[in-house]
């Protein structure tokens, strides 16, 4: 079946704008991540949903950064006023219930570049 | 705050050779730790989970081994082929509070040569 999908593949913007990243997870999958990964940083929890809700959001870096999930499917990712330091990968995972035995399944990833 | 440390960072090796990859983390309070594989430009790929009652978990070629207690995971990897070449990942999910985020770590860049 189909794997979890990201949107757009490669994103390259000028700092200051605004940019929306979207996710579709695997289909029937109530939970939600959002991961970045930097270079050199490693990979950091951003936020997470259960169906629509999203009941952590301790990862996100900055009031700049907000998520938002509809129809306990697709997600966006919105970054307000890009800085050249949210240069990074965007990685979203889904699993199938909340549970924390779960595997999360991670997309390919959107690689933002912010000029 | 959890904190987990891989090592090496990077490691080379001829085809054919066994190999292990460590993993430690500072927080023993943990659900499960999983091991990951990234191909370049590409997302990631769950190789092993192992629950926090668990000792060790096998698939294919693969062995991961969890020592809750000591903070640590090995994984281990049987006769080693070029198709092998990749980042592997350590991951822990922490118990308790609110996180439920995976935190991971840096990574092990893995070459195998032909």
């Known amino acids: 079946g189909a794997g979890v999908s990201q949107s757009p593949s490669n994103k390259v913007t000028e700092k200051g704008k605004d940019v929306e990243l979207r996710c579709d997870p695997i289909?029937?999958?109530?939970?939600l991540y959002w991961y970045r990964q930097s270079l050199g940083q490693g990979l950091e929890f951003l936020i997470y949903f259960q169906g629509n809700s999203a009941p952590d959001k301790s990862g996100l870096p900055s009031d700049r950064f907000s998520a938002e999930r509809t129809g306990g499917s697709v997600s966006t990712l919105t970054i307000q006023r890009t800085q050249q330091e949210d240069s990074a990968v965007y990685l979203c995972?889904?699993?199938?219930?909340?549970?924390?035995?779960?595997?999360?399944?991670f997309g390919p990833g959107t690689r933002l570049t912010v000029l | 705050k959890q904190e987990v440390t891989q090592i090496p960072a990077a490691l080379s090796v001829p085809e054919g050779e066994n190999l292990v990859l460590n993993c430690s983390f500072t927080?023993?309070?943990?659900?499960?730790l999983q091991w990951f594989r990234q191909d370049p430009g590409k997302g990631l790929t769950s190789l092993l989970l192992i629950q926090s009652s668990q000792r060790e978990q096998t698939s294919g070629r693969l062995n991961a081994s969890l020592d809750k207690s000591s903070g640590r995971s090995t994984l281990y990897i049987a006769a080693s082929q070029p198709g092998d070449s990749a980042t592997y990942l350590c991951a822990v999910r922490i118990a308790g509070g609110g996180a439920d985020g995976l935190t991971f770590g840096k990574g092990t860049h893995l070459i195998i040569q032909p």
């Open positions: 289909s029937g999958h109530t939970a």
């Open positions: 927080d023993s309070a943990i659900y499960n």
């Open positions: 995972a889904s699993s199938l219930v909340r549970s924390r035995a779960d595997t999360q399944y």
